[in-house]
């Protein structure tokens, strides 16, 4: 099993200069380089079986622990450039507005609510999640993307607040300016179809 890059049809984002894109693209390309090395480099441990040396049971261990931040970084990253796929639409009649009004009474409060979480000092990620279970959303703040997820929940909506996000174009204390720039990019077509294949 190889991972490959995947290619993104991305329109010109206002707000968010096609240097700033081709940076943050290279550093998700990354990230799929190393989920295949870590992947390879374990398939080569494999061979030693019980023979293997405690240096090489530390190393086997260290980059076990090393993959969930690699394939994290991956597939948040391919989360965060579906979203500005494709010609940007949306239905303020879709399931996803009526659980977000349900929830936080509008979907101007839902996206609202997303900035101020987005607000809180920090690096990381904002996610929203589909709960099927509680039929409800969960949007948190994820400092490292290979810790703090919630379990089993599907990531309908994220937003990397990782500096490499938007400091091509934004100084860190014109975070919030990168945030808006987010949204106004944002296709809700793209999270209102995850949202339904989650319900």
Known sequence: MTYHAKTFELPALKGLSEKQIK??????????????????????????????????KLA???????????????????????????EKGG????ALAAAAKEKYGSGENFIAHIKEVAGSRGIGWVVVYSDPKAKTLHTVFVND????????????????????????????????????AFFDNVNWSVVEKRFEEAR
Do not use: C
Not at 64 to 86: I, K, L, P, S, V
Not at 91 to 94: E, G, L, M, N, T
């Open 23 to 56: 940076v943050h693209l290279g550093l998700y390309e990354g990230y799929v380089k190393h989920v295949n090395l870590v992947m390879e480099t374990l398939k080569g441990y494999a061979a030693y079986g019980d023979k293997a040396s405690d240096g090489d």
């Open 145 to 180: 993307h290979e810790l703090g997820q919630l379990a089993g929940l599907p990531v309908i909506l994220a937003l990397d607040l990782w500096e490499h996000a938007y400091m091509v174009d934004y100084v860190p204390a014109e975070k919030k300016n990168y945030v808006d």
């Open 91 to 94: 239905s303020p009649d879709s």
């Open 60 to 86: 086997i261990a260290e980059l076990r622990r090393r993959f969930a931040f690699e394939f994290n970084g991956m597939r948040m990253h391919e989360y965060y450039f579906e979203q500005f796929e494709g």
